[in-house]
C-alpha cells in the first residue's frame, strides 16, 4: 500500500512537472498571433516567412494552421508561378520574325495558360478546405482570417486576373502570325521592321501590330500589380 501510494505520488509529480515545462494552449495561442501579427501582416507584400521547427515550437498545434499557408503557396509555386514566368521568359516573341517562326511554340504555352488556371483554383478550393477544418477561438480566428486573406485570396485573386489578358495578348501575337503567313508574298519582314507595298493589307498589318502592342501593355500591367501585391510598393 505504501509503495503503491509513493508510485502514485511520483508521478503526480512527474506530471506537474511536464505540466509546468509545456506551454498552454493560451501561450501557444498567444505566440500564434504574436507572430502572425508582426511577421505577416505588419509587413509588405504577400511575403510568406517560413520559420523552422525551432521557432515553430511555441505555436504548439497551432504550427500546423500555418501550414495551410505555406502549403498552399508551395503548390501556386510549383504548378502556377514558376511555369508562368518561364513560358513568359520563353514564348513572348521579340521580334516580328519570332513572331512568325515561333508561331507553334506560341500556341502550345497558350494553351497551358488553361492548365495552370485549373491548378491555381484547385489549390484555392484545398487550402479553403483546410482552412474550414481548423478550431480556433475568436481572437485567432480574426488575426488569422486576415493573414489568409493576405497571403492566400488576394495573391490568388490577382493571380487570376493576370490569365485574361496575357491570353489576349499571346492570341494578338498568333493573329498577327497569321496574317503575316497568309500574306507571306507580300511582307518582307527585315528584324522589327515589315515592308508592304499593298497599302490595304499594310493597314491591316499596322492595326494588327497596335493590338499585339495594346494586349501586351495590359498584360504588363496585371504583371505589375501581382507584384505590387506579393511584394509591396
Keep these: ?25 493560451a501561450d501557444q495561442r498567444k505566440a500564434f498571433i504574436a507572430f502572425l501579427q508582426t511577421d505577416v501582416l505588419s509587413r509588405q507584400g504577400a511575403r510568406v516567412p517560413r520559420p523552422d521547427a ?24 510549383a504548378s502556377v508561378a514558376k ?21 507553334a511554340d506560341i500556341v502550345t504555352v497558350r494553351a497551358g495558360f488553361t492548365g495552370m488556371l485549373e491548378a491555381l483554383n484547385q489549390s484555392v478550393a484545398v487550402a479553403d478546405s483546410e482552412r474550414a477544418a481548423l478550431k480556433q477561438p475568436d481572437d485567432l480566428a480574426s488575426v488569422y482570417a486576415a493573414a489568409y ?9 490577382t493571380f487570376r486576373e493576370i490569365f485574361p489578358p496575357t491570353d489576349e495578348a499571346f492570341g494578338a501575337v498568333l493573329a498577327l502570325a497569321e496574317l503575316i503567313e497568309r500574306n507571306r508574298g507580300e511582307i518582307k519582314l527585315r528584324g522589327s521592321q515589315v515592308e508592304v507595298a499593298n497599302a490595304a493589307l499594310r493597314a491591316k498589318v499596322q492595326d494588327a501590330m497596335a493590338a499585339m502592342s495594346s494586349k501586351q501593355r495590359a498584360m504588363t500591367e496585371a504583371q505589375q500589380k501581382l507584384r505590387r501585391v506579393l511584394y509591396g510598393g
Design 54 to 77: 525551432e521557432k515553430q515550437k511555441p505555436f504548439g498545434e497551432y504550427a500546423a494552421h500555418y501550414a495551410v499557408i505555406t502549403r498552399f503557396h508551395d503548390r501556386m509555386d
Design 149 to 157: 486573406d493576405k497571403l492566400v485570396t488576394q495573391p490568388a485573386t
Design 1 to 25: 500500500m505504501v509503495s503503491w501510494f509513493k508510485h502514485l505520488s511520483v508521478c503526480l509529480v512527474a506530471a506537474l512537472v511536464l505540466s509546468a515545462c509545456s506551454p498552454s494552449e
Design 83 to 103: 511555369p508562368m514566368q518561364q513560358a513568359m521568359a520563353n514564348a513572348m516573341p521579340r521580334s516580328i520574325e519570332e513572331v512568325v517562326a515561333r508561331k
